[in-house]
């Protein structure tokens, strides 16, 4: 039994036409959130994109997340 | 009080005659896991590989295993899970292997039976999105990475 909380996402504009966070497993802990760049980005050995371009990383949705919920993980291995 | 659950293991062949992830004391949240190489492994600095452990498990429905680093192998080698902390779903049943990466500057040699991971059973709360026109306000607003300084 799984525990589920309704999150409240906002699309922004340049997340439009992109799909939502979603789960690809009806046993997956997570969902996978996509990137909702304007162009294709290319992160160089040790770059990390944050920095280097603020205005083009992110995703594509805002989030009101209840207060007990909190943090991101990277990508299942 | 700590809750316990019970997970199904299956020990793959490569994996026989080590020993299952255990805690290594009372207190420990993780449970160490093991390679289960059948040759030593050389990470030279910037290198990552997909390390086995020999085992296969079954998570129960509502639960993770979280995947994560040990604190001594990234004290002394710079070594750490490069996706961590890794998630095993509850519905995976292939092997679990870590994926190790050498962030530090010498090569590190990775042997059959070395701890290389920690093993952290969760909780999974789920969350059904529900697409809104506008959020809540908040004090914080939509300030973001490095908004509340140092």
Do not use: C, W
């Not at chain 1, 799909?19 to 909702?36: E, I, R, S, W």
């Not at chain 2, 998570?59 to 004290?75: H, N, T």
């Not at chain 2, 902390?85 to 530090?104: A, M």
């Not at chain 2, 973001?144 to 140092?150: A, I, K, L, M």
């Amino acid at each position: 039994m799984t525990d589920t909380i309704d999150i409240a996402v906002q699309v922004l504009r340049h997340g439009v036409g992109l799909p939502l966070p979603d789960y690809a497993t009806d046993g997956a802990a997570g969902m996978d959130a996509v990137a909702a760049l304007d162009a294709p980005l290319t992160l160089a050995p040790g770059d990390h994109s944050l920095f280097v371009i603020p205005a083009q990383a992110g995703t594509q949705f805002s989030t009101s997340t209840p207060a007990r919920t909190a943090g991101s993980r990277p990508a299942p291995g | 009080m700590t809750d316990t659950i019970d997970i199904a293991v299956q020990v793959l062949r490569h994996g026989v005659g080590l020993p299952l992830p255990d805690y290594a004391t009372d207190g420990a949240a993780g449970m160490d896991a093991v390679a289960a190489l059948d040759a030593p492994l050389t990470l030279a600095p910037g290198d990552r590989a997909a390390v086995p452990t020999g085992l296969a498990m079954a998570i129960p429905p509502g639960f993770e295993v979280q995947v994560r680093p040990r604190s001594g192998l990234a004290a002394k080698h710079g070594l750490t899970v490069a996706n961590a902390p890794g998630t095993i779903d509850s519905d995976y049943r292939g092997e679990v292997k870590v994926l190790l990466i050498n962030l530090g500057p010498k090569p590190v040699v990775i042997e059959r039976g070395m701890r290389i991971a920690q093993l952290v059973p969760a909780v999974v709360t789920r969350a059904r999105l529900v697409e809104v026109d506008s959020l809540d306000d908040t004090a914080r607003g939509s300030g973001g990475f490095g908004s509340t300084g140092h």
